[in-house]
């Protein structure tokens, strides 16, 4: 990896050396397995092709400045694979196993790990496939678990920068009884349009309303929304939108700088009266809001007034990525250092 640009990494795919496999089959999971094919052979009826049986996580790894390799809250990434396994009736994989997976890929594939002070990062995908053959609509009784790692930087390539985000009412990312509050492949395909909206409109990610009544803010496109007034970090409570990682260690960091945290439904006739609103997500990392717009009514709210990200989301950012890179204190115990 010499001649990288580490300041200016795209979010996207790198092939690294290695990535690792699992398979569940007759009711167990096999030894892990390692690999440096980046393509993988299924069945043509695997159920993940025909019928979404798929999951997901997104982490990440973070080079200190004292050469030491971090892993984020873990533990979170594990808990939630198991409640996208169970939201689709596949297989679970076993946290031991998960994390055995992670360690395992980002250490093999070291020196893809960007350098500290960079701001990059390896981004670590945790992967959950139905590999077993039906034609009828049933869960698999074969699975596949696989992670490998990319390097990357921030999502938003405005990096923490304000962002331009368009309000999308035309198309739903996930009903309310739906499979919203999990990670499958399905609801970043029902999320196409609405993503597809805002970028042709010229924006960075689309708002998602919520479904039934389109008065309350879900969230931004792969991150939670949050806003802040009055000293109060504010985001939406929501059966439709995914329990970030991210956000709940905000609302802890928010909490432990003095401030009041609020998670409750958040109305979009509230938008208006934020100081100071965000995106915050393991990709996303915790990007400014700038400007909402909405799509239908051709109504424009602005934020960060001076094209600059507010103060209290500047001192929660620091916050956040000092305890990723292991420049500040971790006292919440959130940071795992693995080689
Ligand atoms: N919301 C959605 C739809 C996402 O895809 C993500 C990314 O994982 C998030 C929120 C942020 O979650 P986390 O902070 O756990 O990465
Ligand atoms: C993440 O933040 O890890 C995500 O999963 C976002 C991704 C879908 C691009």
Known sequence: MENTDWKNLPF???????????????????ELEVTSKDHIDIHIAATCLHYGQQAFE??????????????????????????????????????????????KAVL????????????AALYIRPLLLGTGAQVGVKPSNEYMF????????????????PVKIAIVKDSDRAAPLGTGQIKVGGNYAASLRGVMRAIDAGYGSPMYLDAK?????????????????????????????????TNMSVMAIAEDMGMKVERRPVALDELESFEETGACGTAAIIAPIGEVHDLETGKTINFC??????????KIYKRLLGIQFGDEEDKFGWTEIIG
């Open 12 to 30: 996207g795919y790198v092939k690294t050396d290695y990535n690792i496999r699992c398979y569940y089959r007759d009711g167990k999971w096999g």
């Open 58 to 103: 997104g982490m990440k790894a973070f080079m200190g400045k004292d050469g030491n390799i971090r892993l984020f809250r873990w533990q979170e990434n594990a808990k939630r694979m198991v409640s996208s396994a169970e939201g689709i009736f596949m297989a679970q994989v076993p946290k031991e196993l998960f994390k055995e997976a992670v360690v």
């Open 108 to 119: 093999m594939n070291r020196k893809f790990m960007p350098p500290h002070g960079t701001g």
């Open 146 to 161: 696989m992670v490998f790692v990319t390097p990357v930087g921030p999502y938003f390539k405005e990096g923490f920068n």
């Open 213 to 245: 009544e389109k008065k309350y803010i879900d969230e931004i496109g792969a991150a939670n929304f949050f806003g802040i007034k009055n000293n109060t970090y504010i985001t939406p409570k929501s059966d439709s939108i995914l329990p970030s990682i």
């Open 305 to 314: 007034k001076d094209g600059k990200p507010g103060p209290i989301s500047e």
